[in-house]
């Protein structure tokens, strides 16, 4: 099993659209957890952070946490054109008791809004 | 914008040779955390410094090696250079070592000849 892995993609979604965009992680003392945006060619943009169970939102974007299923989601509300990026989850893995800021990330998922 | 630049844009590279690749981190940050991304994959960490110290290190060869200076900028030293090499290295900054966002520079793609 993969540390972090995110649902398979390509995801393509209308203009206007919430796309959904899925995150599963390995340890569960896990407490920081990350989306991040990747144009082509690009490097990684942080979009959200997210530490405790819940939702939060900022503007179009909510984060949504599950440490009990250790699960992490992003959710774009009407989705536009320049969303079309790979969105990447990235976790503050505990393992080993370790504190510091090593991020491990998923493999990113493909995200294509068409008008 | 993250005030996270990285030197230089695009390398070139032949199997064997060495290569110093560079990192100002964002003003007010004191960790530096370096990460290797191959292509369609997600970033590795490689290592990370907070004051100057290594402060934790990923699955990478002691052929990988980095510096911090005073200023916080770093260094990632890559020696004998293999084809596998080949990839987008990430540089990002943070106000400390722990579970603070990490923000990453534009990167520096390597490529091995």
């Known amino acids: 099993q993969k540390e972090v892995e995110q649902n398979s993609g390509p995801l393509s979604v209308p203009e206007g659209a919430i796309a959904s965009l899925n995150c599963t992680y390995s340890d569960r003392v896990s407490q920081s957890f990350f989306w991040y945006r990747q144009y082509s060619g690009k490097s990684p943009e942080l979009i959200m952070s997210?530490?405790?169970?819940g939702d939060k939102e900022d503007g179009r974007f909510t984060a949504q946490l599950n440490k009990a299923s250790q699960y992490v989601s992003l959710l774009i509300r009407d989705s536009q054109p320049s969303d079309s990026a790979t969105y990447l989850c990235?976790?503050?893995?505990?393992?080993?008791?370790?504190?510091?800021?090593?991020?491990?990330f998923g493999q990113g998922t493909i995200l294509t809004v068409h008008p | 914008e993250t005030g996270v630049t990285q030197s230089p844009t695009h390398l070139i590279k032949t199997r064997g040779q060495q290569v110093t690749l560079r990192c100002s981190s964002q003003?007010?940050?004191?960790?530096v955390s370096w990460y290797q991304q191959a292509l369609g994959q997600g970033p590795q960490f490689i290592f990370q410094?907070?004051?100057?110290?290594?402060?934790g290190r990923g699955n990478f060869p002691p052929r990988f090696s980095g510096l911090q200076f005073p200023n916080y900028s770093s260094e990632l030293n890559v020696n004998a250079l293999e084809l596998d090499d080949s990839a987008l290295y990430l540089c990002a900054s943070s106000p400390g070592q722990g579970n603070q966002p990490q923000h990453f520079g534009d990167g520096t793609r390597l490529s091995i000849l």
């Open positions: 003003s007010g940050h004191n960790t």
């Open positions: 990235a976790v503050n893995l505990n393992a080993g008791g370790t504190s510091y800021g090593k991020l491990t």
């Open positions: 997210i530490y405790s169970n």
């Open positions: 410094y907070y004051r100057e110290e290594e402060n």
